[in-house]
């Protein structure tokens, strides 16, 4: 099971950007699909973006397209999440996920999460 670490979340005010980075020290990540996931207080995890294991092909959710970029460096074993243009209803813990498949928004269909990364946005 591949699990993952993340960094690069925080407070941040709104309209500002955040870069979340997700390794695997051990496992390359160049095999694996990997999907970033949300959780605000009280609501149910949602997917927000996804890149395929090649990094051909992107995915992102209705409500951060176009403000968030997921771009995967093979040379650092990293994917990353650019986040731009943060508003508070971005606000909310952050996770990343890899799967040994095509992409995906569904949580269940991955098996490697990493520890989360809380990302506030707020005055």
């Known amino acids: 099971q591949v699990q993952l670490e993340q960094s690069g979340g925080g407070l941040v005010q709104p309209g500002g950007s955040l870069r979340l980075s997700c390794s695997a020290p051990?496992?390359?990540?160049?095999?694996?699909?990997i999907g970033w996931f949300r959780q605000a207080p009280g609501k149910e995890r949602e997917g927000v973006s996804c890149?395929?294991?090649?990094?051909?092909?992107?995915y992102y959710s209705d409500s951060v397209k176009g403000r968030f970029t997921v771009v995967r460096d093979n040379a650092d074993n990293t994917v990353y999440l650019q986040m731009d243009n943060l508003q508070p209803e971005d606000t909310g813990v952050y996770y990343c996920a890899a799967r040994p498949g095509s992409p995906s928004y569904y949580s269940e269909q991955y098996n490697g999460w990493g520890q989360g990364t809380q990302v506030t946005v707020a005055s």
């Open positions: 051990g496992f390359i990540l160049a095999y694996y699909t």
């Open positions: 890149i395929s294991s090649n990094g051909r092909s992107t």
